[in-house]
């Protein structure tokens, strides 16, 4: 498996303003993945961020409102742009553990927005 | 498109009860399948997976076949104990490995003493 740390941990924002997560894992992956844990909710992949390339991303999910970035094989950022309170959610990375088809996830960043 | 359902919670059980969680999905191609668990105020967790038909995957006493005549990766355990209590959720990788995840709604488990 991977060691995956996200930062920070959680948050409380204001409406309207943007917060960048962060993702850092011990290894070098070729794959990461970002969902979103609405509250008591499943987990939604928002989209998969490969290394040197755009990320893709899943239908209800648009770069402006989510720009990722990937510039090494092993970090990436998640930015939440104007923040509205439906964006509350735990956000996850996660990534494709090489040659086991298996993602293993991160701790997830707890987001408040108020 | 791909789907996944498993049964709502919540579920309770008293220890040492035997566990059914039930999970069925809708996938085109041969998807990989997988039991998560997120016990309270954790992450998320990888149980075990499956990526073929008939085969079984288990760990910590938890078992789910892959079923591909029903569709089905039902998460079992013989006896349960307090310390299973969490949300187990199921999902799927498409055939091929480059794709997300797809999960099912989650299913809360609650053993009582």
């Known amino acids: 498996s991977a060691v995956i740390s996200q930062k920070p941990s959680r948050d409380i924002c204001q409406r309207g303003t943007s917060l960048t997560i962060q993702c850092q894992v011990d290894s070098q992956v070729t794959m990461m993945f970002w969902y979103r844990q609405q509250p008591g909710q499943s987990l939604t992949l928002i989209a998969t961020?490969?290394?040197?390339?755009?990320?893709?991303?899943e239908s209800g999910f648009v770069i402006d409102k989510f720009p990722i970035s990937r510039p090494n094989l092993t970090f990436s950022t998640l930015t939440v742009s104007n923040m509205s309170p439906e964006d509350s959610s735990i956000y996850l990375c996660?990534?494709?553990?090489?040659?086991?088809?298996?993602?293993?996830f991160g701790p997830g960043t707890r987001l408040t927005v108020l | 498109g791909n789907s996944v359902t498993q049964m709502e919670g919540p579920v309770t059980l008293s220890e040492e009860a035997f566990l059914t969680i039930n999970c069925t999905y809708t996938a085109t191609g041969y998807p990989s399948l997988f039991w998560y668990v997120q016990y309270p105020g954790e992450g998320l967790q990888l149980l075990l997976k499956?990526?073929?038909?008939?085969d079984k995957g288990s760990n910590k006493g938890f078992e789910a076949t892959y079923r591909k005549e029903t569709t089905s990766f039902h998460l079992e355990k013989g006896s349960v104990q307090v310390s299973d209590s969490a949300v187990y959720f199921c999902?799927?990788?498409?055939?091929?490995?480059?794709?997300?995840?797809?999960f099912g709604k989650g299913t809360h488990l609650i053993i009582q003493p």
């Open positions: 961020a490969n290394q040197g390339s755009e990320a893709t991303y």
């Open positions: 499956a990526t073929k038909a008939d």
């Open positions: 999902a799927l990788m498409p055939g091929g490995g480059a794709d997300g995840l797809t």
């Open positions: 996660s990534v494709d553990a090489r040659a086991t088809d298996t993602q293993y």
